[in-house]
């Protein structure tokens, strides 16, 4: 049974810093691309950003500069360090994983999901 637990989320002030980290079990780490996703309420979940087994890493715009994504195939484990922090950064974050030779974006293309961990920026 594949499980992804994200953790790191909280309530931060406009301009600071937290770190997300998932742990994923029950799969073979490193066959899978790893990612970030975020939902803020009333929008749909969208793309943050992506970390291939490999290391090859690619961000959405809007978080380009602030948002360093990385992994540790050792521990099983992919991290989110965001920095300079926005109020449009609020949301719950997803960490999810995704297989296969073909990089797609869409939350449909991926296959596994964690249960998400609340991220809110205040001003």
């Known amino acids: 049974q594949v499980q992804l637990v994200e953790s790191g989320g909280g309530l931060v002030q406009a301009g600071g810093s937290l770190r997300l980290s998932c742990a994923a079990s029950g799969l073979t780490f490193s066959n899978y691309r790893m990612g970030w996703f975020r939902q803020a309420p009333g929008k749909e979940r969208e793309f943050v950003a992506r970390?291939?087994?490999?290391?090859?890493?690619y961000y959405q715009d809007s978080v380009k500069g602030r948002f360093t994504i990385s992994r540790d195939n050792a521990k099983n484990t992919v991290y989110l360090q965001m920095n300079s922090l926005k109020v449009e950064d609020t949301g719950v974050y997803y960490c999810?994983?995704?297989?296969?030779?073909?990089?797609?974006?869409?939350?449909?293309?991926?296959?596994?999901w964690g249960q998400g961990t609340q991220v809110t920026v205040s001003s």
């Open positions: 970390i291939s087994w490999s290391g090859s890493i």
């Open positions: 999810a994983a995704q297989d296969g030779s073909v990089f797609d974006t869409r939350p449909s293309r991926w296959a596994y």
